[in-house]
DNA sequence: CTGAAAGCGCTTACAG
DNA sequence: CTGAAAGCGCTTACAG
């Protein structure tokens, strides 16, 4: 059966003591023949190391509890391929958990299974923590850091982009393309500090040009294709036309898309848009959406070293504008 | 610090077996009013059960080991959410580790990882594994099993769609609206028994209603968006024109697509589309996508079942053609 | 460079 | 219903 470091120990004449060094490269601690004898036995008997054992001496582990939240997002897997590089490198081996927004049972659950090891660190993807849960990762002394989510409360790390730049980038591209009746779609404005940033740097952007923001341009919703659907049709409704829309994520870009083809609206000759976030959906559909895309990769691979070097800062990843073919210029 | 059973036991009088029996809800070996003090004094201390001491003391645990291919596909996340949500309901946590194929050394690092630790099972997605990979796996006593990927090898137990009825299943659909001149972009037919089986299936299919097939319509790939557009290069190329093209995935349909606008070709007056997979894709997409639609959520959710109850059967699960806009008629 | 021994936090026969 | 004791596989001062 499974072989232990005792057997390496019978099987070779020394103590486990020194197996043990061998195995764990402890240096200085043993001579080349005694790893050599060490290392061959260990191979031959199918040697492999319980972590459990591992684990419960040192106290310690590699492992890393990522904790998703299951609202379905199409970046979220760049962020997880950051992580998981970046763990490849750093040898840290990944657990995941999912939880839900504002659901504090769910999220409890997910935060006690990874405390129950004796992880690394926890790293919570988009999670929009309850305020009892953050007392109780604060009072657990696992490190812990926040992707890809910015909160009022500055004592909680994070990495994300700088949402109001990104809104504020968003308008200040259109405007520079000559557009001044901008729309706002898709947004969730009630829940999400996200959304709040992203209309502040709009606003701001707006109001440095001297545009005036009429209230139904902004039309809130949840970052999902729906929520864009359900934008066009309000704002198909209005007297006086939009030139140009700002999605608030592609899902809702794709949303607006589709929508305003059904109504006859061409994209860009009536209508531009510029999405926010940039994964491969924009180059998939028709006309392909010009973006603010967020470097979802690096905030991955970037948060698992911040998590590991207790580095509590709050850091932003660099976004930029990318232009494809959906906005069109006015003069 | 962390409190243990130790500290509950200091702190109720009993000895630390009781508290043991009380914590594990061994029912019989503890009186209701033990169980409310150890219960009581467990929660005011904040106590969390250590995982690495049980796992080490029953050589048993409750997490499942996921190896996933890192090869990119935009169904993972369906089978993954599958698993995640069996795993909830049965109380399994979750290990994700990443590999690639016919990459021997990162499939082997990724199992000896996985069985580093007392894993309930390996669940291995999209992985086409290496032969001694596969010893690896058999000379564990770790029950493993193998998630949307099928194999000669019919020791290897796997859940996945019947790959050969989805080919027919494609070709049918075309031929019953008047296609003959049927394509097949993007299959990679030199490593993936999947590609072969679909090829397969889209021959008997084409056999049974005396269609010939033309070794230049079947044009092989990898199953991405550049298969797709190099298809229809290729197609595009042809002095005879197709009518209707089956794409290996929802990728190379939208390869196909994009680069058919690209030539003028309108979908699906001039081309019509079948796809496989058709995920939400095809919704987002102009014209939608038919497609031959796989349960991949369904196929995640059962596997952890099969997994856990040592089935090792090779099942399948359904898959059923969607209609949508990119198939026309032909009369 | 090596070994004997204690101990990490838990479970579980065994005995009562 | 409860407790004393052994043991899971490993690491690490301590002593040599």
Redesign the interface.
Known sequence: ??ATIKDIAQATGFSIATVSRVLANKEGFFSKSTAAKVNKAAKEL?Y??????L??VTRR?DVIAVIIN?TKTNFA?AII?GI?QRA?ELGN??????TRDRDEAVQRKAI??A????VAGILLLSVDIAPDNVALLK?S?TPFYFVSIAFRDASLPCICSDDRAIGYMAAHYLLEHGHTRIGLAGLDLNNSYTGLLRLAGYRKAMEEAGAEVAEEWIHSGDFS?ESGVDAMDSYHGMSERLSAVIAGSDLVA?GLL?RA?HYGVDIPQNLSIVSIDGTS?CD???PTLSSVTQDFYRMGYISLGRLLEHDDEISFTDSHLVERDSVATLD
Do not use: C, F, H, W
């Open positions: 059966m499974d199918g492999q190391k319980n972590m459990a054992a684990e419960l582990s299951s897997d391929e998981q490849a081996t990944i657990i995941i958990l999912y006690t299974t405390l129950e090891r004796p009072s002394n294709y794709i589709n083809r959906l998939y559909v028709q």
